[in-house]
């Protein structure tokens, strides 16, 4: 299993700036593409933002301009920077991260197929 503890979420006013982590945990092999999606009430659970191992970045049009993803491979953590949210931009927000795990026998370290894993998701609120 591949554990995400997100943080960051918040009120904040239209305009302002929030920053969310995630950091990936667990018996980590290997991880592939890391992003964010959100939900807001109602509506069904979108991308906001993605980026591969490699560092290549896509962005759902509404926040292009506006919200940056990074990633710390070291750290196995992303990042998102929200700036000039808007009240559209209110949503609970969850990691993902697809990628592999391993297992011990004895000296030899076995990998597991490779998995979509999911946060508990962060509030994100931004008041108009």
């Known amino acids: 299993q591949i554990q995400l503890a997100e943080s960051g979420g918040g009120l904040v006013q239209a305009g302002g700036s929030l920053r969310l982590s995630c950091a990936a945990s667990?018996?980590?092999?290997?991880?592939?593409?890391m992003g964010w999606y959100r939900q807001a009430p109602g509506q069904e659970r979108e991308l906001v933002a993605g980026?591969?191992?490699?560092?290549?970045?896509n962005y759902a049009d509404s926040v292009k301009g506006r919200f940056t993803i990074s990633r710390d491979n070291a750290k196995n953590t992303i990042y998102l920077q929200m700036d000039d949210l808007k009240a559209e931009d209110t949503a609970i927000y969850y990691c993902?991260?697809?990628?592999?795990?391993?297992?011990?026998?004895?000296?030899?370290?076995?990998?597991?197929?490779?998995?979509?894993?999911w946060g508990q998701g962060t509030q994100v609120t931004v008041s108009s």
């Open positions: 993902s991260v697809y990628g592999s795990t391993y297992a011990m026998k004895g000296w030899t370290k076995y990998q597991s197929g490779f998995e979509h894993y």
């Open positions: 667990g018996r980590i092999f290997s991880i592939n593409d």
């Open positions: 980026v591969s191992s490699g560092g290549s970045t």
